[in-house]
């Protein structure tokens, strides 16, 4: 059984810092591309960004390039999303997403597995 499991949300002030965690069990997760979605309220869910099954080759939003930084660990199953400078418009449930290919992952219906998600709420 596959599993994704966010961490990391919370509450941060406007230009704050938080870093996300999701820990994947049941694949083989050095096979996977991975990435990361998120979903504000009346909203659709939303691409941020996503990393290679490597590591090597990473692909990110035009809305959080230079601020977030994607990576992962493939001997810990873990990747990592670090946001700086938080934006209130960043506020959002985050999800972990696993595909594929890195060209799959990021769009939702490419997306395989999910995370059940973790709430982020930039206060301005």
């Known amino acids: 059984q596959v599993q994704l499991v966010e961490s990391g949300g919370g509450l941060v002030q406007a230009g704050g810092s938080l870093r996300l965690s999701c820990a994947a069990s049941?694949?083989?997760?050095?096979?996977?591309?991975m990435s990361w979605f998120r979903q504000a309220p009346g909203s659709e869910r939303e691409f941020v960004v996503s990393?290679?099954?490597?590591?090597?080759?990473?692909y990110y939003a035009d809305s959080v390039k230079g601020r977030f930084t994607i990576s992962r660990d493939n001997v810990k199953n873990m990747q990592y999303l670090q946001m700086n400078s938080l934006k209130p418009e960043d506020t959002a449930v985050y999800y972990c997403?696993?595909?594929?290919?890195?060209?799959?992952?990021?769009?939702?219906?490419?997306?395989?597995?999910w995370g059940q998600g973790t709430q982020v709420t930039v206060s301005s």
């Open positions: 997403a696993a595909g594929r290919s890195t060209i799959l992952v990021r769009t939702p219906k490419g997306a395989l597995y």
């Open positions: 990393i290679s099954s490597g590591g090597g080759s990473t």
């Open positions: 049941g694949l083989t997760f050095s096979s996977y591309a």
